[in-house]
């Protein structure tokens, strides 16, 4: 599309094709991958036919190469749940042969004399390999790849904006997405909003406001959020970057820098942004993988931090008055 002659209200229009990441077609509308598929079978039917020709009849050979020719095609350019027929077969034979019971703990080491391990019995959990080994206090997470950290970020709603404040928007968002050099991920989810405790912490506090009036529409408005809980499931949308550093980057917190420059390049967007902490990146990734399970209030500690009880308060001995 050429770009416009005068500067005008009227927003860019440019067609983007659907399947802009599909795999090129080489010939007959066949990919690479396809080719080499039905290439490999073809060399394989042509050896069977060359080595059995002279020992089984021709038409049984000719039917037993169709069915197999169509089964072939088939796995060439069938699709399932989004991907190639190979890939989806190939996955179910690894999900198949993975183990279904893990555990953080080490397995590996040796059985101690008194536990039976008899054939037949249930095999031990195999050991748990997270891609993730720790999160910093910063918020920066250590990945075999190298570090990363994580930005919240608001939405911004562009129907509501002008058409040249949709262009200066865009143009920002295209000026922070020229100006990455390693890998980002942006992950865009819906998360379920807790409004029974917002309720109950309205109901708590409604007794203290000053006025009876604010009182009263304190405690219908918790009413109304805990029925709008019971009827509906609330959701909320949660946009989180994921900006990476290279394992070999100068200096250390690397990743959480870039995660600042992050925050303050899409601050222009008139969006809210954060780098999360570890505490916030810990409760941000355990959210994504149960996200219908309540967050864990205070917090959770490493797996190597030793967990002591408060100490107790020494209470002075009162001096009897004589």
């Keep these: 599309m050429s770009p416009k002659s005068a500067l005008t209200d009227e927003p860019y229009r440019a067609r983007v094709p659907a399947d802009v990441d599909a795999p090129d077609k080489v010939l007959y509308g066949l990919t690479f991958r396809q080719l080499a598929i039905l290439a490999?079978?073809?060399?394989?039917?042509?050896?069977?036919?060359?080595?059995?020709?002279t020992l089984l009849p021709a038409a049984l050979l000719i039917g037993a190469g169709v069915v197999l020719g169509g089964l072939v095609f088939g796995l060439a350019v069938g699709r399932r749940d989004g991907l190639p027929m190979d890939q989806w077969l190939l996955a179910s034979i690894r999900h198949q042969r993975a183990p279904k019971a893990l555990s953080t703990t080490d397995t590996t080491s040796r059985l101690p004399d008194w536990v039976?391990?008899?054939?037949?019995r249930m095999p031990l959990p195999a050991p748990l390999r997270l891609p993730a080994t720790?999160?910093?206090?910063?918020?920066?997470i250590a990945l075999p790849a190298g570090p990363a950290a994580i930005v919240a970020a608001t939405t911004v709603n562009l129907a509501l904006r002008t058409p040249g404040e949709q262009?200066?928007?865009?143009?920002?968002?295209?000026?922070?997405?020229n100006s990455l050099s390693t890998p980002t991920q942006v992950v865009v989810s819906a998360q379920p909003v807790d409004l029974a405790s917002h309720a109950t912490g309205l109901e708590a506090t409604a007794h203290r406001l000053p006025h009876p009036a604010l009182e009263a529409a304190c405690a219908d408005h918790a009413r109304f959020l805990d029925d709008l809980a019971h009827r509906r499931d609330p959701l909320r949308r949660q946009v989180l970057i994921v900006t990476r550093a290279h394992t070999g980057g100068r200096g250390g917190h690397a990743a959480r820098r870039r995660a600042d420059d992050t925050a303050r390049s899409?601050?222009?967007?008139?969006?809210t942004t954060r780098a999360l902490n570890g505490d916030a990146a810990t409760a941000a990734i355990a959210a994504c993988a149960d996200p219908y399970r309540p967050p864990r209030t205070g917090g959770l500690a490493a797996p190597d931090t030793v967990i002591t009880a408060p100490a107790a308060s020494r209470q002075k001995p009162r001096k009897e008055s004589s």
Excluded: C, M
Excluded at 40 to 53: I, K
């Design 116 to 120: 039976d391990a008899t054939a037949g």
């Design 266 to 271: 899409l601050s222009g967007l008139g969006v």
């Design 134 to 140: 720790a999160i910093a206090d910063d918020g920066e």
């Design 167 to 177: 262009q200066a928007l865009v143009d920002t968002f295209g000026r922070w997405l």
């Design 40 to 53: 490999v079978a073809a060399v394989v039917f042509y050896g069977g036919w060359r080595s059995l020709h």
